[in-house]
Every structure is written in structure tokens, then in C-alpha cells.
């Protein structure tokens, strides 16, 4: 009897002994490891290094609270995630900024300028393109109608798509977009081909008062700061503002190609965009848009040469439309950590530009002022009725 309970209770001890172990430690995949679904799933939703120090309204935000941002079904999103404290942080998707111009022009030297500080003070990735058109119409109707609440995305704008908008009647304007910074400003030049006949500024608006259409222009598109100049300029000296032969251009690049061929008797441009033709000997500066001469600069301003006239150019960033408050609080905090690293302060020394940094409403007030002078501006040199 006694051998018969141990033969059946010893198996049974075993199995029992068995079934406590798998319970205690159960193996979620082979070897042990997990299953391919699982691992999927913890590492879209775990706070990386990167995600940790993504855009945050706060530099000190914590990202022990979760800083990545959100995700379904293991996919990370590309909207903004709270963090314990209240910051808007994001995730770890490129920032791309647009360049609503050819490659080559202002918009898109200063976007590329912007770059690599943004993505110093961010430790992301930042990526540029290019959507030319109109002015940067075409760029911003698809920004906004694109990226509507998508706080990665940027774009560049300015007084040349504020004017262009007006120009073009265009059915998307800035008030459809998130203002977030003004950037710089940058003075206007008049410049021929070294072998032109015109020596000096007062040559040439001789001509164009004689006869306003013998003379063709190469700038920017209609309605830009170069458009704008060059009727300012005809007001000034009591010629037709209607009779200007002013040839837009998409993107400086291709303004600075017509002026260089001699496609056009002469050419406005932001200075940084002719500079180095200028001193390269291909171009001849006439004068420079400026309140003051320019130091190191052997150039007349337009009023030192006799015309009443002083415009600067300057350029911001916009968010899309849609975006909540504090994504734009983050995304305004990185635009100012960015100001402050060197590779922003070099671009500034490097391309001549002046400092112009104003930020969230200081901007939205400024576009506002800005919108509403250049209407004025254009009305009476007949570019918009």
C-alpha cells in the first residue's frame, strides 16, 4: 500500500511543483523575450533621448512624465503631448520648414540660415524645401490648407508675400496663419551688369522719368519689397506708375541670372543676394535702400543720391493655423533658444542681415500695422486698386 500512495503521490508532486514555477515567471516569447507585437508597442509609446529633448515651451520641462508624444496603436503622432507640468512637448518627427520661393532667394537663405541653430537648440532633426510661386502665395495656401495643426511644420514669410497677397488677390493670407517670430531686416539694392552704361543711380532714373517702360526691371514677384522699390522710385520722380516694365521672378536665383545676362536694364534685390557679385566685380551697386550709408559698403543710399525713398525688407516664421496655445508657447521658446546659439549670431555677421527679433502677439501687431501700410503703399503707386 505504501508504495502504491508513493508511486501515484510523487508524479503529482512534480506536476504541482511545475505548474508554480510557469506561474511565477512565465517567458513572454522564445528565449524568453518579447513577443514582436509587445516590443512594438513599448517602443513607440517609451520617452526617448531624442523625444526628451524635443521642442518644450519650458528648457527645463521633465521628461520623466512621458515627453514623447502621443501614439496609436504603437505609431507615434505627430500632435503635441502634455507633460506633468503643463509644457507642450513633441515628438520626434523632422521639423520642415518652407521656403515658399525658389532655392537661392531671401526666403530661402534664411530658412537654411535658420536650420542649423534650430536644430542646435531643439536636437532635432530640421529639414528645408522649397514651394515657389506667386509671391509665396502658392507656398502658404498649401501650408495652411496642408498642415493645419501640424506644429512641426514652418514656413517663412515677409513684407514681399504681405505685398504679394494684396498683388495677386490671393484667396489665403497670414491671418489664416500662426505668427511666432519676426526674424531680420535687410536693405534693398539697385544694381546693372558691370557693363552697362549706367554709372550711377541718377543715370538711370533720368532714363526711366524720360520713359518709364524703355526701362525693365528684374526683381522678385509682383508685389515684393523689389516690386515695391521700383514703384516707390517712379512716384518719386513723377513717372507712371503704371507704365513700369517691371519682369517678376520666382526666386532671387532666377532675378539674379536675368540681371547678370542683361536680360533686364537693371535689377533690385536684398543686398546679401547681390553681394557677392558686387564684389566680385560682375555688378555694379547704384544705391542701397538704407536710412544711413553702409559701412564697408562703397554705395550711395537712394536719398543720398537724391531720391526720397528708404524701405527695408524684413522676414519672419509662421506656424499653420489650428494649433493650440501652448504648441505655439513651444514652439516660440525654441524660436528664442535658437536666437541665442551661435550659428544663428553667425548667419546675422555672415549675410549683413540686422537683428529684428519680435515674437507671439509683439508680431502679430507688427503684421497687422505692416499689412495695412503696404495696402496704402500700393494703392498709390497703382498696384492694387
Not at 296 to 312: H, I, K, Q
Request: net charge negative.
Amino acid at each position: 500500500m505504501y508504495r502504491m500512495i508513493r508511486f501515484i503521490a510523487l508524479p503529482l508532486l512534480v506536476l504541482l511543483l511545475l505548474a508554480a514555477c510557469g506561474a511565477a515567471g512565465e517567458p513572454t516569447g522564445a528565449g524568453g523575450q518579447d513577443s514582436p507585437a509587445t516590443a512594438a508597442s513599448t517602443s513607440a509609446n517609451a520617452p526617448s533621448a531624442a523625444a526628451e529633448s524635443s521642442i518644450t515651451a519650458s528648457a527645463v520641462a521633465s521628461a520623466s512624465a512621458g515627453g514623447a508624444a502621443a501614439s496609436t496603436g504603437g505609431t507615434t503622432t505627430s500632435g503635441a503631448a502634455t507633460t506633468a507640468g503643463g509644457s507642450a512637448t513633441f515628438g520626434t518627427q523632422p521639423i520642415n520648414i518652407m521656403a515658399p520661393a525658389a532655392p537661392g532667394g531671401g526666403w530661402d537663405q534664411t530658412a537654411r540660415a535658420v536650420q542649423p541653430g534650430l536644430a542646435a537648440a531643439t536636437n532635432q532633426n530640421v529639414q528645408v524645401y522649397n514651394v515657389p510661386g506667386a509671391g509665396g502665395t502658392v507656398g502658404l495656401a498649401q501650408f495652411v490648407n496642408d498642415h493645419r495643426g501640424n506644429p512641426n511644420q514652418l514656413m517663412m514669410t515677409g513684407l514681399v508675400m504681405v505685398g504679394a497677397i494684396q498683388t495677386n488677390n490671393a484667396p489665403v493670407d497670414l491671418t489664416q496663419a500662426t505668427p511666432l517670430a519676426t526674424l531680420t531686416t535687410e536693405w534693398e539694392a539697385i544694381v546693372v551688369p558691370t557693363n552697362s552704361k549706367y554709372q550711377n543711380l541718377k543715370e538711370l532714373m533720368d532714363d526711366f522719368k524720360a520713359n518709364p517702360s524703355a526701362i525693365s526691371w528684374g526683381g522678385g514677384s509682383a508685389g515684393s519689397t523689389d516690386h515695391v522699390l521700383v514703384g516707390l522710385l517712379a512716384k518719386e520722380v513723377g513717372a507712371d506708375p503704371s507704365k513700369i516694365n517691371y519682369i517678376a521672378h520666382s526666386g532671387g536665383g532666377e532675378a539674379l541670372s536675368a540681371i547678370l545676362s542683361g536680360a533686364v536694364s537693371a535689377g533690385v534685390s536684398g543686398l546679401n543676394e547681390v553681394r557677392d557679385q558686387v564684389q566680385a566685380g560682375q555688378l555694379r551697386l547704384l544705391g542701397v535702400s538704407s536710412d544711413e550709408r553702409l559701412e564697408g559698403l562703397d554705395a550711395p543710399t537712394v536719398t543720398e543720391a537724391g531720391y526720397n525713398v528708404t524701405l527695408p525688407n524684413w522676414r519672419g516664421i509662421v506656424a499653420p493655423p489650428d494649433i493650440s496655445a501652448e504648441e505655439r508657447a513651444a514652439m516660440i521658446a525654441a524660436l528664442e533658444r535658437m536666437h541665442e546659439t551661435p550659428e544663428w549670431q553667425q548667419a546675422l555677421e555672415k549675410n549683413g542681415w540686422n537683428d529684428f527679433f519680435r515674437t507671439g502677439d509683439e508680431f502679430t501687431s507688427f503684421l497687422q500695422e505692416e499689412t495695412t501700410r503696404l495696402q496704402t503703399v500700393l494703392r498709390d503707386i497703382g498696384l492694387v486698386q
